[in-house]
């Protein structure tokens, strides 16, 4: 009938996605927030879409509210979070710049990884593996850590350092085992066909 609305799929708008496209309309502010240089609102936000991370999963387990859209748009909320944040504290000079390249390209490097088996017909089940996990818990760390000292002019210079440190190596470390699983597996699939 005119005028009455489509009804909408109930697995759409549960409230874990809801609150995982606030945490995507979070980024641009966030990054708003750093480049005006108001880190201590920008910490405060980070740390709120941090918290609705760990809220929206909760509530995604507790009321068996997982959809598809929701195993999808968690992964893009966090990671814009994170690459955002890195790259505009790095132009805001308080990470260093080699930093959130590295960060970027590794992830870039598993986006690629990803295409090629789509492209060779073998879609990738995506299962992050541990050190990717760790690898994504440093860098909320350091990035919270940066945005903390930063925005409220504390100083824990060497313990950011040690941070900044950890992050490069989870990032190497975990790009390195991704783009070993993706050779084996498409090498595996050269020696099927043969």
């Known amino acids: 009938m005119p ?17 995982t496209l606030a945490r995507i309309c ?15 609102l920008a910490f405060l936000l980070f740390v709120g879409a941090g918290i ?26 966090d990671k814009s979070l994170l690459v955002s944040v890195y790259v505009t504290l790095a132009a805001v000079g308080v990470l260093p ?6 960060v970027v390209f590794r992830d870039l490097v598993i986006v690629g990884g990803v295409l090629v088996l789509w492209v060779l017909g073998q879609p990738p089940a ?12 440093v860098q909320i760390g350091v990035a919270a850590l940066a945005l903390l000292l930063a925005g409220f002019g504390l100083a824990a210079e060497v313990l950011l350092t040690i941070g ?6 989870t990032t190497l470390v975990s790009g390195a085992a991704y783009v070993t699983a993706t050779l084996r597996r498409v090498a595996g699939a050269e020696d099927r066909t043969r």
Request: hydrophobic share 60%.
């Open 164 to 169: 900044i440190w950890a992050v490069a190596a």
């Open 126 to 137: 995506i299962r992050p593996i541990f050190v990717s996990k760790l690898n994504t818990g």
């Open 26 to 40: 979070a980024v641009p502010a966030t990054v708003w927030l750093i480049l005006q240089h108001r880190l201590d």
């Open 3 to 19: 005028g009455e609305e489509a009804p909408v799929h109930p697995l759409l708008l549960t409230v874990p996605n809801l609150i």
């Open 52 to 77: 609705s991370d760990a809220i929206d999963g909760w509530l995604a387990r507790a009321w068996n509210a997982r959809s598809a859209l929701g195993a999808l748009l968690d992964p893009v909320a």
């Open 97 to 102: 710049d080699w930093l959130a390249i590295l």
